[in-house]
């Protein structure tokens, strides 16, 4: 209900007990503390804050909800991991759909009760994880939504995934994604192209994992920002996932290209970088990055 301050600094919040009335799962009214309908839920003054979106995730496949099981062994880069997971996938599709459920669980145990999931679209799993996890959204939808991203985990044209790319674009996803352009599909214009064109045809959002940090990074996003304002339907519907090289950039260039994000309408999808990276967070902001 306030603030209590010091020598004004703020060093308590006050709080009261309200009666909060929620129609439709929106909050119609907050009155004082003086519930009359018999059907009242009694919250026992616990702190009631907004829910959390947890919007980069994986709920496709998971070990959670299983036995443990030990890391597996990094060998070979990124192609390295998509030969060892190409060999994971057939038995983890057979328990997936109770794995993301739990995983859901999970979120929501903690205050999360929406999520932007990316789902493995590639010549392994085919749609088979996609089908998986909407199924599994299903069962949960009360009380947990999500958008999904058709993700080629293994490439575009590493691996053949284009097709599977192209039918899961019509089924109901939200994002057209990608991973690493250069160093998983060896070129950055063929990749984005057919991803900015698949997500054309079909109304569609883009939201690309980027890890790399160096020049072929930066060059990803520049030549994305390029095909956004070629094609403004997509501003305010384009996301880089991690996007690590920003970390990499003088403090001149991370301003400018924030400020072209800015006014290509794309977001970044921000995570916790790898070593001793830093995000320029402070510099998206001050451009109104999203």
């Known amino acids: ?29 907050v009155t004082i503390n003086n519930p009359t309908d018999p059907k009242a839920i009694d919250a026992k003054g616990l702190l009631m804050l907004p829910a959390f979106r947890d919007m980069h995730i994986h709920l496709d496949k998971t070990f959670y909800g299983g036995d443990w099981q030990a890391i597996r062994n990094r060998t070979g880069g990124v192609k390295g991991m998509i030969e060892l997971e190409q060999q994971l996938l057939p038995e983890m599709l057979k328990t997936s759909t109770n794995r993301a459920e739990k995983l859901i669980e999970l979120l929501q145990s903690k205050g999360t009760s929406y999520a932007r999931s990316h789902v493995n679209i590639e010549p392994t799993s085919k749609l088979q994880s996609l089908k998986n996890l909407q199924t599994a959204l299903e069962n949960k939808r009360n009380g ?76 990803t996003v520049e030549y994305l920002i390029k095909r956004v304002n070629e094609n403004p339907v997509l501003k305010n519907k384009t996301y880089l996932s991690h ?7 003088a403090p001149s260039k991370q301003e400018a290209i924030a400020e072209q994000l800015n006014s290509a309408g794309i977001g970044i999808v921000s995570t916790v970088p790898f070593g001793r990276l830093i995000m320029p967070i402070p510099a998206l902001y001050k451009h109104n990055v999203t």
Not at 5 to 15: S, V
Not at 160 to 181: H, N, Q, R, W
Not at 243 to 249: A, E, I, N, Y
């Open 144 to 219: 947990f939504e999500a958008e999904l991203v058709a993700f080629p985990q293994h490439g575009i044209f590493y691996t053949d995934s284009a097709p599977y790319l192209k039918e899961a674009a019509t089924m109901d996803i939200d994002f057209i994604g990608g991973v690493d352009p250069y160093s998983v599909d060896g070129t950055i214009e063929k990749t984005i192209d057919f991803i900015v064109q698949l997500a054309l045809d079909n109304n569609k959002g883009i939201d690309i994992h980027l890890h790399e940090t160096g020049e072929s990074g930066l060059k």
């Open 1 to 29: 209900t306030g603030f209590e301050y010091d020598d004004n600094e703020i060093i308590h919040t006050r709080t009261g007990l309200f009666c909060v009335t929620i129609n439709d799962g929106k909050i119609k009214d």
């Open 243 to 249: 996007c690590f090289v920003l970390g990499k950039l």
